[in-house]
Nanobody
Framework: QVQLVDSGGGLVQAGGSLRLSCAAS????????MGWFRQAPGKEREFVAA????????DYADSVQGRFTISRDNAKNTVYLQMNSLKPEDTAVYYC???????????????????WGQGTQVTVSS
């Protein structure tokens, strides 16, 4: 099992940047592919980005391609989401997630992920 703790959210103006972090417990972090999802009020949870176990493969939703970057540091048991050029429509609670799937990319459906962080709020003002 792995426990995930999300952090780094906050309030930012449109055009600004934030970096989210997700710290994982346990010694097997590198066994999990990781993803970031987000959920806005009244909407379903949606895929944002994913990264393979080694970090060599990444995948992004069209809505964030070119603005967000997912990365991981297996030595620190941490996955990151660098968010640039933020827009008001990026406002949501952001969740990191872990999956044991070995496909590349790991997958975009929430049901494919086994473990979830508690979420961190990102609010982008116009």
């Amino acid at each position: 099992q792995v426990q995930l703790v999300d952090s780094g959210g906050g309030l930012v103006q449109a055009g600004g940047s934030l970096r989210l972090s997700c710290a994982a417990s346990g010694r097997t972090f590198s066994s999990y592919a990781m993803g970031w999802f987000r959920q806005a009020p009244g909407k379903e949870r949606e895929f944002v980005a994913a990264i393979s176990r080694s970090g060599g493969s990444t995948d992004y939703a069209d809505s964030v391609q070119g603005r967000f970057t997912i990365s991981r540091d297996n030595a620190k048991n941490t996955v990151y989401l660098q968010m640039n050029s933020l827009k008001p429509e990026d406002t949501a609670v952001y969740y990191c997630a872990a999956t044991t799937r070995r496909t590349l990319p790991p997958g975009t459906l929430p049901g494919l992920y086994d473990y979830w962080g508690q979420g961190t709020q990102v609010t982008v003002s116009s």
